[in-house]
């Protein structure tokens, strides 16, 4: 391996991507490089009056199948695979007119777009790109000698290195940008066979393949000791990954976990039935609430759980206005997500430095479908997305009392929540609202009773005669294995109960119920949150 700086003398300009294309070639020709380029670049390059020669002069053989082939031929190849200091590579070369490139600019067939865009099959077929990644792993194999770029972030780069080396490139550059190329030709190939999957209806194909690309290098991870950093997927998804940060330090690892809790859980609630709120601490909901307004839907929240909602993480379902931006105001808040902001609730937040204030234009589509994926020892554990949804038509009464109308519509938000809550989960609602939230405890029982404490010490502290679980609907995330998880909920005044069903014991659990003057539904769905 060549450890030399190595010049660059002619250069392979190949891209469908044409951002930056001309700054580039007229920086590379004015420092005496020559241009190879093909089709569409080529003529780009001519319109700007600079000097370029067809990849189809060197190979002898034009461009045919609709572009298909062009760049697939050993005068291409040859020129990027020769090893400069081998004399039986160099031999080759002359006996064959093969001319040495050293440096490949190369972005690929917009693949990930098309598919982003909802082209139907063939066009996304016609997308994947051949000759553009058989060139970088050609290049990018031989670093040693040769320069291969595949963002566009790294012309200004290149263009420094040159200058720096006069005209030629390092070995630790040209590493950097072979270790670049090579995880972008397998992002590539891993959104094109995670596209075939998905066409074909495979859910378990035998290889599995994930990538992204570096949105934010972290200062540590959950913890000091952890590096960390964050990735995106390529995804034009609602959500943290997509939104613009209008002020505040950079978000933590912690608080991207937590603000992606917050925007999925507070998405659940479409706004055209109303504002939402939700407020997380360490990925669980510690409020969640909707109102006639976003400022009265966060006083709603806030009151569910006053001590742990400090420097929590807040997400908003609609536009944060100055009210609700002032309410928020009130405690020490770490982020507020929302699909947007007025400038008058900006101006409020600008007075608070280290508060973080995030914007999507939109929210994420729950029922969207899409892939959770989880690093075991030796693997990873892959499943689709949760994005069950439960409607009044879903439920089944399993008890004597039916439940009333506002029972049946506590019961449904109880339940969107503890779709986010992690297992075991119980949530009371009452009046639209969480007032007592049991999280991530071993014993189901734990969870209610947890959940019904907290009520009371907030009663206390608000001043109120009794905890807001009177008179609240319950939800379980999954079936109550025992009548004591149902009881302890019935002794916080639980009046309503909606959980999946499915226990040995239902008509123990069922029975109990009764007794308590319950009314209970099942909804044949559980939502586990491990």
């Known amino acids: 391996m060549n450890n030399d700086m190595v ?177 972008r030709t397998a992002a590539y190939d891993a959104a094109v066979s995670g596209w075939m999957a998905d066409a074909l209806g495979q859910s378990e194909p035998r290889r599995r393949a994930v990538a992204g690309m570096l949105a934010q290098s972290l200062r540590y991870g959950e913890n000091p000791h952890q590096s960390a950093a964050f990735y995106k997927d390529g995804s034009v998804r609602e959500g943290v990954a997509t939104a613009r940060q209008w002020q505040g330090k950079e978000l933590s690892y912690n608080n991207i976990n937590d603000t992606d809790a917050a925007f999925e859980l507070v998405a659940e609630f479409d706004p055209k039935d109303g504002p939402a709120v939700a407020i997380i601490k360490h990925a669980n909901p510690c409020g969640v609430a909707r109102g006639a307004s976003l400022c009265e839907a966060y006083r709603a929240a806030f009151r569910c759980d006053q001590t742990s909602a400090f420097g929590g993480i807040i997400a908003l379902n609609g536009v944060l206005d100055a009210a609700t931006a002032n309410e928020i105001t009130g405690i020490f808040t770490e982020v507020v997500i929302a699909p947007g902001a007025t400038d008058e609730a900006r101006e409020i937040f600008a007075a608070k430095k280290n508060l973080r204030l995030l914007t999507t234009g939109g929210l994420p589509d729950v029922t969207a479908k899409g892939r959770i994926w989880r690093q075991v020892s030796g693997g990873y554990l892959v499943q689709d997305r949760d994005n069950g949804r439960l409607h009044l038509g879903d439920l089944k009464v399993v008890t004597k009392r039916t439940p009333t109308e506002a029972e049946l519509n506590d019961m449904l938000f ?36 947890i959940a019904a404490r907290k009520a009371e010490d907030m009663a206390a502290a608000l001043g109120l005669e009794q905890p807001m679980t009177r008179g609240s609907a319950v939800a379980s995330d999954a079936f109550f294995p025992f009548a004591d998880g149902l009881l302890s909920a019935a002794e916080a005044g639980a009046c309503a109960v909606i959980q999946p069903g499915g226990s040995m014991r239902d008509a123990e659990v069922i029975a109990a119920a009764d007794d308590a003057g319950l009314a209970m539904v099942f909804t044949g769905m559980r939502h586990f949150r491990h």
């Open 7 to 183: 010049p660059v003398r002619r250069a392979l300009i190949s891209v469908s991507d044409k951002t930056g294309l001309i700054d580039l070639a007229r920086e590379l020709v004015a420092m005496g490089v020559e241009l190879l380029s093909t089709g569409g670049t080529a003529h780009a390059i001519r319109e700007a009056g600079l000097a370029v020669r067809d990849v189809s002069e060197i190979t002898r053989f034009p461009e045919m199948m609709d572009g298909r082939v062009k760049t697939l031929h050993p005068m291409v190849h040859g020129g990027l695979l020769a090893l400069r200091d081998n004399h039986q590579h160099r031999a080759a070369m002359a006996e064959h007119g093969i001319e040495a490139i050293d440096l490949l600019v190369v972005n690929l067939y917009p693949f990930e777009a098309t598919v982003a865009a909802g082209a139907d099959y063939q066009t996304c077929i016609e997308n994947i790109d051949i000759g553009g990644p058989a060139m970088i792993r050609a290049a990018a194999k031989n670093h040693g000698f040769v320069n291969v770029v595949v963002d566009v972030e790294d012309y200004a780069p290149l263009l420094d290195e040159l200058r720096a080396g006069k005209g030629a490139t390092s070995f630790a550059f040209r590493q950097r940008l072979a270790l670049t190329a090579y995880a």
């Open 414 to 449: 109880a339940w969107r929540v503890a779709k986010h809550v992690k297992s075991n989960a119980i949530v009371y609602v009452r009046d639209l609202a969480t007032v007592g939230i049991g999280a991530g405890q071993m014993s189901r029982v734990d969870s209610a009773r």
